[in-house]
C-alpha cells in the first residue's frame, strides 16, 4: 500500500498499513511546505507543515520528507486508520511573494 | 475556542447576480485568506488580508474582490456570476501571515445555474 516518488490522484492501503502520500512543486522559491487533510464536506486541516531548511518533520503518526533537489514532498503515515481516510493536499508557500499553490490533492482511502 | 465561520453554508444564484461571501476568523486572528476549489482546479488562491490591507492576490478577474474589517471578519464579492464560478470558497485564518497555520473553515457552496 505504499507508493514512492510519483504522485497518484488515488491511494488504497489496508488499516495498519504505512501510507506514502507524494507531491511535487514547482517553484524553487517556495520555502515553507504544509500538508493538508480534507474529510468530505470539511475544510483543509492542517496536519503538518516544514519550511526549505529543513527536511524532515515529525509529528503524531505522520512525517514530511522534503528533498528540495528533485522539489518534492512527501507525507508520511504511520499504521494507517480508517479515520485518515480523506483527500490530502501539499501546498507550497514563498514566504516572500505570500501566496500559496496547492497541489493535486490524493485521495486516501483505508480498506479495514 | 471557535473556529472559522462562513456564511452562508450554501448559496444557488443566476448568471449575472452577484454574490457576498461572509468569513469570521478565529479570534484573536488578523490574517485572512480565501480560496476557490473546484474539482478541475482544485484549491487557488484568491486573496489575503491582514490588518485591513490586501496583502495578496491571486490569478483571478476583477469580478472577485474582498475587503476586511477591523474586527477582522472579511467578506469577499463576486459581481457577474458565471457558471464557472461554482465553487466551494474557502475561508482561512491565521494570527499572523508567511508561515503562521492557517485554519479553514467548512466553506460556502455557490451553485451558479
Known amino acids: 500500500g505504499e507508493s514512492v516518488g510519483l504522485h497518484l490522484p488515488t491511494l488504497s492501503v489496508q488499516e495498519g498499513d504505512n501510507s506514502i502520500i507524494n507531491c511535487a512543486y514547482s517553484?524553487?522559491?517556495?520555502?515553507?511546505f504544509i500538508w493538508y487533510k480534507q474529510e468530505s464536506g470539511k475544510g483543509p486541516q492542517f496536519i503538518i507543515d516544514i519550511r526549505s531548511n529543513m527536511d524532515k518533520r515529525q509529528g503524531q503518526r505522520v512525517t514530511v520528507l522534503l528533498n528540495k533537489t528533485v522539489k518534492h514532498l512527501s507525507l508520511q503515515i504511520a499504521a494507517t486508520q480508517p479515520g485518515d481516510s480523506a483527500v490530502y493536499f501539499c501546498a507550497e508557500k514563498n514566504t516572500n511573494a505570500g501566496k500559496s499553490t496547492f497541489g493535486d490533492g490524493t485521495t486516501l482511502t483505508v480498506k479495514p | 475556542k471557535a473556529g472559522v465561520t462562513q456564511t452562508p453554508r450554501y448559496l444557488i444564484k443566476t448568471r449575472g447576480q452577484q454574490v457576498t461571501l461572509s468569513c469570521s476568523p478565529i479570534s484573536g486572528h488578523r490574517s485572512v485568506s480565501w480560496y476557490q476549489q473546484t474539482p478541475g482546479q482544485g484549491l487557488q488562491f484568491l486573496f489575503e488580508y491582514f490588518s485591513e490591507t490586501q496583502r495578496n492576490k491571486g490569478n483571478f478577474p476583477g469580478r472577485f474582490s474582498g475587503r476586511q474589517f477591523s474586527n477582522s471578519r472579511s467578506e469577499m464579492n463576486v459581481s457577474t456570476l458565471e457558471l464557472g464560478d461554482s465553487a466551494l470558497y474557502l475561508c482561512?485564518?491565521?494570527?499572523?501571515?508567511?508561515?503562521?497555520?492557517?485554519?479553514f473553515g467548512p466553506g460556502t457552496r455557490l451553485t451558479v445555474l
Open positions: 517553484n524553487s522559491a517556495s520555502d515553507y
Open positions: 482561512a485564518s491565521s494570527f499572523y501571515w508567511e508561515t503562521d497555520t492557517q485554519y
